[in-house]
């Protein structure tokens, strides 16, 4: 029997792989590790409990409809970072501006998260898969002061760490440093998410799309042509097709692509030209782990990592997934 490699363990011996590693990533790493599994075990138990399940009565600044799973999970991860000594600031997809954590220890924190903290939201109540997403940077600003929005908008390229939690028919922690992708199952007997998935590598190509096709007819006709020309049966059913397979979360559908072989799109349309993901809480980190997996992240003509943002809620276009796919849908945009 080989020997159970924990989360904290395996974090603990990758210190040195860290850059300016002084442990506060570690100690970061491990928090995300236990808000998680806090949220997991809320997330489990949600169907029984009185205030969990249903909508909050909010909207967040994008107008979208708060579930009070969202608001739990946000106030826990917030909760978690604000009191860890390593955050400086932290801004989520569920808050409209990002918050400076105004308290001593906070202050020197050398480091800022952006997260998504319940993506998949139309699933909450339906017991579908969900996931949390994360995204680490250095903070720009001096230590001691407080955090900026500088800190907040940094590029994709910059990110030290980033990582998920899919709270599927297991709870997995999945999470790059920017030396490969390592997953880790929660083990809910012991509490501890062990090493199940070491190396994460995204297979060159697979057969399985993962798009909203709902809404193919207000997207651009490059879409309409990858979707015909590559997944679909053709009238005389020559053609091996690909499997549509569409959650409608995006870290469950990016983890079945992680490991089967797949291409997710998210494309601009006509209702909204800026398409609906966002970058820093959900494209960013996604495509971090892409890319350390093999795979690729594009906005269907530039690479995600590489934009510029210019602002907290921004939203790209985002495909992402198997390397040869992902260049199949781009050889058909103009
Ligand atoms: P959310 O952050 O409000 O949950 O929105 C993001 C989600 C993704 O998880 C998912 O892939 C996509 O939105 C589904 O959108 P749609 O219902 O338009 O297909
Ligand atoms: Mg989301």
Not at 154 to 169: E, M, P
Not at 269 to 290: H, M, Q, V, W
């Amino acid at each position: 029997m080989s020997k159970v490699i924990t989360l904290h363990e395996f974090i603990m011996d990758r210190q040195e792989d860290f850059p300016f590693a002084s442990g506060e990533l570690s100690r970061l790493l491990n928090d995300i590790a236990i808000a998680a599994k806090i949220v997991s075990k809320d997330v489990r138990r949600a169907g029984l409990l009185e205030n969990f399940l249903g909508a909050e009565g909010n909207t967040n600044i994008q107008g979208e409809e708060q579930q009070k799973l969202d608001v739990i999970a946000d106030k826990q991860f917030i909760n978690m970072f604000k009191t860890g000594g390593e955050v400086c600031g932290i801004a989520s997809e569920e808050n409209d501006d990002f918050m400076a954590f105004d308290n001593e220890i906070s202050r020197e924190g050398k480091y800022v998260v952006l997260f998504d903290p319940l993506d998949g939201s139309s699933n909450i109540d339906v017991n579908v898969s969900i996931g949390s997403i994360f995204s680490v940077y250095r903070r720009k600003s001096e230590s001691g002061t407080l955090a900026n929005l500088e800190d907040m908008l940094q590029k994709g390229t910059d990110q030290v760490a980033a990582g998920y939690v899919l709270y599927g028919s297991s709870t997995m922690l999945v999470y790059t440093t920017g030396n490969g992708v390592n997953g880790f199952t929660l083990d809910p007997f012991i509490g501890e998410f062990c090493l199940s998935h070491p190396d994460m590598k995204m297979p060159e190509t697979g057969r399985i799309y993962a798009m909203n096709e709902g809404n193919i007819n207000i997207c651009e006709d490059g879409i309409k042509e990858y979707i015909q020309t590559y997944c679909q049966q053709t009238l005389e059913g020559h053609k091996r097709p690909y499997s549509g397979r569409y959650i409608g979360s995006l870290v469950a559908d990016f983890h079945r692509n992680l490991i089967k072989g797949g291409i997710y799109i998210y494309p601009d349309t006509s209702t909204d030209p800026e398409g609906k993901l966002r970058l820093l809480y959900e494209c960013n980190p996604l495509a971090f782990i892409a890319e350390q997996a093999g795979g690729i992240a594009t906005t269907g003509r530039k690479r995600v990592m590489e934009i510029v943002p210019d602002r907290l809620h921004q939203r790209v276009p985002f495909f992402v997934g198997s390397k040869k796919m992902v260049e199949e849908a781009m050889s058909c945009l103009k």
